[in-house]
């Protein structure tokens, strides 16, 4: 949907026609009224539009059928009580993680997502690197951005929250995005193990434990 939107876009400007800012919802309506006085490329737009908007609709339906799947799901319903992580972080988690107790400890999940530092080691040196990126790549994405959203949407106060927006301040708000999402897939591991809701109120690192 995003690249036949691009594609529109791209058009118009060579007939130098600016979309620019638009929301989703009043794409479709700009582009036509900007396309008001150019019937030829109105022809070639208009299947483009139409072929954008019925993914849209769909992605709409899917997005509802997903949210109604993770609210009838006990496991998803209690990793949904971390601010920032929705219905499809938390389906694709346990999709993911499938059986958690194949995990011998919760940071083993961090390493899983390939959301630990690589390390180099020899005689003399001992360095941390970045992240070794292995594992699901869509999983390690999707605890990006609901790590991402907990720190820069959420309002609500959590421990998490408030050790990931310091750490933010020292090394920059990615590294903490990182750092953070490390964390709350070793906290998802855990809640889901221990049958319990995320407690805001608690430190994170008994639970990390």
Known sequence: MLAIEQTIRGLLKVYGLKLGQVHGCTFAAKALALLENNSELRVAIEPLLEARNVMRRQYVVLDRHLSQVAR?????????????????????????????????????????????????????????????????????????????????????????????????????MKKACVAVARKLAIIMHRMWLNEEDFQYRRHTAPAAR
């Open 72 to 172: 009838k799901d006990e496991v998803c319903r209690r990793l949904m009580t971390i601010s920032g992580v929705g219905p499809i972080v938390s389906l694709a988690f346990k999709a993911t993680i499938d059986d958690p107790t194949r995990f011998k400890n919760s940071k083993a999940v961090a390493a899983h997502f390939g959301l630990t530092p690589r390390v180099y080691r020899s005689g003399e040196l001992d360095l941390s690197g970045h992240i070794s990126r292995c594992g699901d790549r869509f999983m390690r994405h999707a605890l990006y951005e609901a790590a991402n959203s907990h720190l820069r949407i959420s309002k609500k106060w959590s421990s998490l929250r408030a050790w990931g927006l310091k750490l933010g301040k020292r090394v920059g």
